[in-house]
């Protein structure tokens, strides 16, 4: 599984990209690439379903317990609930 760059298309069940928009976008997208690589690499696993379990599991943690510098040293949840609050409007 990989986040690319170019394409802004996610489906239901398959993550096909996510859209940087700039080079902090572009560098939280590799870290988040090279940090799924690692863990597929690490983790040995019986089923894809083992798999898809680790890997969801390991987004949790990003998204909720990782702070990131590119966005004030919240973490990705945090700086979305934030964004939700000061700008309703990218939400619509």
């Given at each position: 599984?990989?986040?690319?760059?170019?394409?802004?298309?996610?489906?239901?069940?398959?993550i096909t990209s996510l859209h940087a928009t700039g080079?902090?976008?572009?560098?939280?997208?590799?870290?988040?690439?090279?940090?799924?690589?690692?863990?597929?690499?690490?983790?040995?696993?019986?089923?894809?379903?083992?798999?898809?379990?680790?890997?969801?599991?390991?987004?949790?943690?990003?998204?909720?317990?990782?702070?990131?510098?590119?966005?004030?040293?919240?973490?990705?949840?945090?700086?979305?609930?934030?964004?939700?609050?000061?700008?309703?409007?990218?939400?619509?």
């Amino acid at each position: 599984m990989a986040i690319h760059h170019r394409q802004n298309s996610i489906k239901p069940n398959k993550i096909t990209s996510l859209h940087a928009t700039g080079a902090q976008t572009n560098g939280m997208v590799e870290r988040f690439n090279r940090r799924i690589s690692e863990v597929v690499q690490q983790t040995r696993v019986a089923s894809t379903a083992e798999l898809e379990a680790t890997l969801l599991n390991d987004l949790k943690i990003y998204n909720h317990h990782l702070p990131q510098e590119a966005l004030g040293h919240t973490t990705p949840t945090q700086a979305i609930k934030e964004w939700q609050k000061t700008k309703p409007e990218l939400f619509n």
